[in-house]
């Protein structure tokens, strides 16, 4: 019995450190931008999947970093960071989500990553606690922060010339924050449900 005990639990251990996989830049490409357009759920829910996004992310950023660009693009204190895309937004929140680790990220993005702040902690907090119990609406919560952050940015980045087309985007952001908030409320309710 005591045998079987020690291997279960070199077992145990050896699956919580085991090394993302490495992925083809392409491949890696293609997965972050499904994640960034709420295709990923399978990625987010299973822990073959989070192991494929974290090994994804690691490939993606080696890419980048052979290309000389830094990646991802992040903020200088809070909010989304300008110069991103889906695909960055999407890493991000799920980094912030706590999808992904800090090691999965090269410098200077591991050192700054965990002082950003991306979203309400309070939210970031009920997001990670229902990951394990409640992760099918975590993931729609990722996809509704994402759909968010990506509205703003439009928002911001724009230069518009009538007032009506401003205050149409300005309509878009207010839904995906709807939106992102339902998406949160149904979080809690799977917590909840989980609990009794």
Not at 41 to 47: K, V
Request: hydrophobic share 40%.
């Amino acid at each position: 019995m005591r045998g079987w005990c020690v291997y279960f639990l070199v077992a145990v251990l050896t699956s919580c450190s085991q090394a993302p996989p490495p992925m083809p830049a392409n491949e890696a490409r293609a997965l972050l931008a499904r994640l960034g357009s709420g295709q990923a759920e399978h990625e987010l829910c299973s822990q073959d999947g989070r192991l494929a996004l974290r090994g994804a992310v690691r490939s993606y950023a080696a890419s980048m970093s052979a290309a000389q660009r830094e990646w991802p693009p992040l903020p200088p204190s809070e909010g989304a960071p300008s110069g991103a895309d889906s695909l960055d937004v999407g890493v991000l929140i799920a980094f912030a989500g706590g999808w992904l680790d800090v090691s999965d990220f090269p410098e200077p993005a591991r050192s700054q990553l965990p002082r950003l702040q991306l979203m309400r902690s309070s939210d970031l907090r009920t997001v990670r606690t229902a990951i394990p119990h409640a992760c099918v609406e975590a993931a729609e919560w990722h996809t509704a922060a994402t759909n968010f952050a990506m509205e703003s940015l439009r928002l911001e980045r724009s230069s518009y010339r009538s007032l009506d087309r401003r205050i149409r985007q300005e309509e878009r952001v207010e839904r995906a924050r709807d939106a992102m908030d339902r998406a949160m409320e149904a979080v809690a309710a799977g917590l909840e449900d989980q609990r009794l």
